[in-house]
């Protein structure tokens, strides 16, 4: 009895390790628009429901190592960028989640967003826009580890 149990949990562990992760918490390389090289490494982490992402690393900055957020206006001017929490607010709705924010530290704009996990939740597909969504930018960033 004990076996199958075992073997039964086993079974159930792998098939989860396999089923793929559609949420959009842990750590996400992102990419540079205009050369497809690696920026930035930031963790989005889920509290009561709401999405933050937080840079934990610049990895290509034009200002060099351990940029500051120049163009950003209130209690973000002149902050280094990393630790800096850059989304925020985004809440599940069907397959995405929407209705959060997230800050460009290079033009120091804040757009609404809506992120879509992509390729089993490997991928994470990520809207930027003012007003509505069918005018923005999207990025697609790598989950990392």
């Not at 073997?7 to 996400?28: E, K």
């Not at 206006?73 to 209705?99: F, N, Y």
């Not at 120091?108 to 003012?130: A, C, N, S």
């Amino acid at each position: 009895m004990k076996w199958i149990i075992c073997a039964a949990l086993f079974w159930l562990g792998l098939a989860s390790t396999f089923a793929g992760n559609d949420s959009p918490v842990g750590i996400w390389k992102t990419f540079d628009d205009k050369t497809g090289r690696p920026k930035s490494i930031v963790r989005i982490t889920e509290q009561d429901g709401e999405l933050s992402g937080k840079v934990l690393q610049v990895l290509e900055s034009p200002e060099g190592p351990r940029p500051l957020c120049r163009p950003c206006e209130g209690e973000r001017k002149d902050q280094p960028v990393e630790g800096m929490t850059i989304l925020w607010g985004a809440k599940k709705d069907g397959a995405s989640w929407g209705d959060g924010q997230i800050l460009d530290p290079e033009n120091g704009k804040i757009y609404r967003v809506t992120l879509t996990p992509l390729e089993g939740g490997q991928k994470l597909q990520v809207h930027g826009y003012i007003g509505i969504s069918v005018v923005g930018r999207s990025q697609t960033w790598q989950r990392e580890g």
